[in-house]
């Protein structure tokens, strides 16, 4: 039954996801933890179905709410906006502290790593080989997405659909370097503090590759079934500021672990 209030915010209905979705959450920790100690995947694999499966259809009810049925108004947009904001600060902190680990490591060797950074016995990547290409491809999905944006307010659908195309091909393309680099390391994540400072910044930043394409490439569906306008489209608008977001934790990457670091 649909209520009419006298205030322009959004008062969402009960819904079950939540809850589900704290399930899926807690079974994921406890799989995760099942998988490390005694190498069954059973219960991550279970609690992995169950969170796709919340976030598909909690993500389909606010699609539901703001293209179908219109309540995501301006005022609700701006709640929407603030929040991405937000949630976009707490990343960078994430990535603060994985930042402020290895330059707490490698301003000031200690002894065990033999003085000196990278430590004795790691050879680290050529800056100047695939980290430097992977750059010039996030670079370039950042001009792709952008001109994904421009497009869709000119109301020009072709050309947004062309740029949201080509970022998911090149966010596709990023995630198998990364994948052929980490295959062929010449270290591991338990090579001292170098290697797990390493994989865990990197590792973490390719996560949000993915979960960026996924996220562009849902847009790009939504868009070929015309979901956006040139003023209503926070949801791709949120998809290009994650994506600028990861953009520029990348070349601070690189920066500081493949080319300072190495």
């Known amino acids: 039954m649909t209520m009419n209030y006298n205030h322009p915010f959004h008062l969402v209905d009960k819904s079950p996801w939540p809850i589900t ?9 406890s799989g995760l933890l099942m998988w490390f100690h005694t190498y069954s995947l059973n219960l991550l694999l279970l609690s992995m179905v169950i969170m796709i499966l919340t976030m598909y259809q909690w993500w389909r009810d606010v699609v539901r709410e703001g293209t179908y049925q219109g309540l995501h108004n301006k005022t609700v947009s701006k709640g929407l906006r603030w929040g991405m904001i937000l949630f976009i600060v707490s990343e960078v902190f994430f990535f603060l502290s994985f930042f402020w680990s290895f330059f707490h490591s490698s301003l000031s060797p ?3 790593l033999g003085a000196m950074w990278p430590p ?3 050879v680290s990547f050529n800056p100047l080989q695939i980290p430097l290409l992977n750059t010039g491809i996030l670079l370039a999905s950042g001009v792709t997405v952008t001109w994904a944006h421009h497009a869709l307010m000119e109301q020009n659908h072709t050309e947004a659909l062309k740029g949201l195309f080509f970022t998911v091909l090149l966010g596709i393309y990023f995630s198998m370097l990364q994948a052929y680099e980490y295959i062929e390391a010449p270290f591991t994540i338990s090579d001292s503090i170098y290697g797990s400072s390493f994989f865990m910044a990197t590792g973490f930043h390719g996560l949000h590759v993915i979960i960026g394409t996924t996220f562009l490439m849902i847009c790009m569906l939504r868009h070929l079934n015309f979901h956006y306008s040139s003023n209503h489209h926070f949801g ?13 934790v990348w070349l601070f990457l690189y920066v500081s672990i493949y080319w300072w670091g190495s």
């Open 236 to 248: 791709f608008e949120a998809a290009a500021w994650y994506w600028h977001f990861v953009d520029i």
């Open 110 to 112: 200690t002894i065990e």
């Open 21 to 29: 979705g704290a399930m899926g959450a807690l079974s994921l920790t």
């Open 120 to 122: 004795l016995g790691i």
